[in-house]
């Protein structure tokens, strides 16, 4: 059997998700804008999703946006903020570990010429909260600071920052992406202080396609997109109503048990950092003291980590790299931390969710020992 460890990039679907695909596929597939029955039975799927994530963030659900994903979430946060308030404000903080569909569309509003400030972690992973309200001030339009780093399980100080920036500059716009913490850190949209939340429907066991935007209340995002009237013309097309619904049937399957599944993925976590301890050639570089338990990243030193990943593939066992989006480039996290060369060269991931067990853990840390012993070292 398959030993997966790489949640971080995609959750295998639970059945109450896949369910829901299956039922809105083939029973209530009618368009949510038609005005019959199937039509109001499909608008119905998608108020009760909306609730269903509301309910997770604690919030009110005319605050969520459906979108295609945190990609999509993210782009449009960034851009629609910066076309309604970048105007006279010219500055943009983010931290320089930021998922790429954060810093991709930073690096483009820097070249359309907005300033864009980026806070770099220490050799833990750690961001100075310090160090980025420092860099805030009059000019600065928006902030942008992820929840849990998705390379190292970094927790970062986003209540502390956004806080901080708001009693000093409230007109200042601020945009937590939570994909990694949500459903597995506990927290209150109004906790982050943040004025917009993207979360993904499949980190949390639903389908790929469907993710949600936080907004509050008062927050003006232009649409990336114009068309129709739907989601308050907030993100307009017809809306994937089996996608959505397998976003809400997997919140409301995955919610009660947030605090029993962080506890499981702390101890996971903890056995697996002790395995590891115990090979000499390994490193470990989630090092922050706020982390979260459902990601490792470690180094085996002396092995690329393609080379290392391709070997635990071909025996079935699968973890990652780096985020999926860099489809095995360099991290630019790691290269933030200013790890030296050779734990940088050798980084992987591995990453837990609800289905872990310590049966995967155990065959991980066989086969990296394997590994290591009969793959080929690169020469310093």
Known sequence: ???????????????????AVINNITLDYGNPSSLHKLGLKAEEVIRESRKAVAAALVCEPDCVYFTS??????????????????????KLVITAVEHSSVAAPAKHLEDMG??????????????????????????????SCMLVNNETGAIHPVKRIFSAVKRSFPECVTHCDAVQGFMKIPFKAADLCADLITVSGHKIHAVKGAGALFVKKGTRVAPL????????????????????????????????????????????????????????????????????????????????????????????????????????????????????DSLADSALRASFSRMTTYGDIDMLVKYLQLGYESLAKVKR
């Open 1 to 19: 059997m398959a030993v997966y460890l790489d949640n971080a990039a995609t959750t295998k679907p639970c059945e109450a998700a896949v369910e």
């Open 69 to 90: 994903g945190a990609t999509e979430s993210n782009n449009t946060a960034l851009f629609g903020i910066a076309a309604n308030y970048g105007k006279r404000r010219k």
């Open 114 to 143: 907005y300033e864009v400030v980026r806070i770099y972690p220490d050799s833990s992973g750690e961001i100075s909260a310090d160090e980025f309200i420092a860099a805030v001030d009059e000019n600065t339009f928006m902030v």
């Open 225 to 340: 997109i114009y068309g129709g009237g739907q989601e308050k013309g907030f993100r307009p097309g017809t809306e994937s109503v089996p996608l959505i619904a397998a976003f809400g049937a997997a919140v409301n399957s995955m919610r009660p048990g947030i605090k029993t599944a962080y506890s499981n993925a702390e101890e996971l976590n903890r056995y697996l950092r002790k395995k590891l301890e115990k090979l000499p050639f390994v490193t470990i570089n989630s090092r922050a003291e706020s982390i979260s338990p459902y990601i490792l990243n470690f180094s085996a030193e002396g092995v690329r980590s393609e080379t290392m990943l391709h070997y635990l593939e071909s025996n079935e066992i699968y973890v990652s790299s780096g985020s999926a989006c860099s489809k095995g480039a360099k991290s630019p996290v790691i290269a933030a931390m200013k790890l030296k």
